[in-house]
């Protein structure tokens, strides 16, 4: 029995990774935050729950190993991450067309329904803020895309239609308060 060889789509894991200033300092933030504080107390604690005797049956020994497993593995998962992520710290030469960091306008041809969001990387994602992935159906149907462009969504068997309002780009950049990176 033999393998097909892997098809040329690149997968999620290759994909070059970018993400915002203010993005970036979110991840080094819960870096420093998880090696200097967090690991330290949770340490502390295995070591007191230890000093206790029987470990098999020491439910704060078991879940504290339990808990310094998941942080040094979020750890690990984040100094690769910032060794791997690109950070954007300028703006397009053309802002007049949609590229990574935009906030965009659009509104839905059918329903008239205004849309508002920020194309972002994927470490940046969130619902709330109207941050979306730039890996995302509608990130890549606008990207490149300029103000009064008409752009289709599919999704399943519907087609949406969306008319492109308006591009800016926030600032890119740490603001005056924040620490360098």
Do not use: C
């Not at 033999?2 to 970036?24: E, L, W």
């Not at 330290?40 to 020491?58: H, I, L």
């Not at 194309?119 to 619902?127: F, K, L, Q, R, S």
């Amino acid at each position: 029995m033999s393998r097909k060889p892997s098809v040329d789509k690149p997968s999620f894991a290759t994909r070059q990774a970018y993400i915002t200033h203010q993005g970036a300092k979110i991840l080094k933030d819960e870096l420093d935050f998880l090696w200097k504080q967090k690991r330290p107390e949770v340490t502390q604690a295995v070591s007191e729950a230890a000093a206790m005797g029987d470990r098999s049956e020491n439910a704060e020994y078991i879940y504290g190993k339990r808990q310094l497993r998941q942080i040094d593995s979020r750890i690990r998962f984040l100094r690769k991450r910032l060794e791997n992520i690109t950070v954007v710290d300028r703006l397009p030469d053309d802002q007049s067309k949609i590229f990574f960091g935009a906030m965009i306008e659009i509104e839905n041809d059918q329903t008239e329904e205004i849309l508002n969001f920020r194309i972002v990387g994927p470490d940046e994602i969130d619902p709330e803020k109207k941050q979306i992935s730039i890996h995302s159906p509608m990130s890549k149907a606008v990207l490149g895309k300029s103000v009064d462009d008409e752009i289709v969504i599919r999704v399943e068997d519907n087609e949406q239609h969306y008319s492109i309002i308006s591009i800016n780009y926030p600032s890119l950049e740490l603001q005056p308060t924040d620490p360098p990176l």
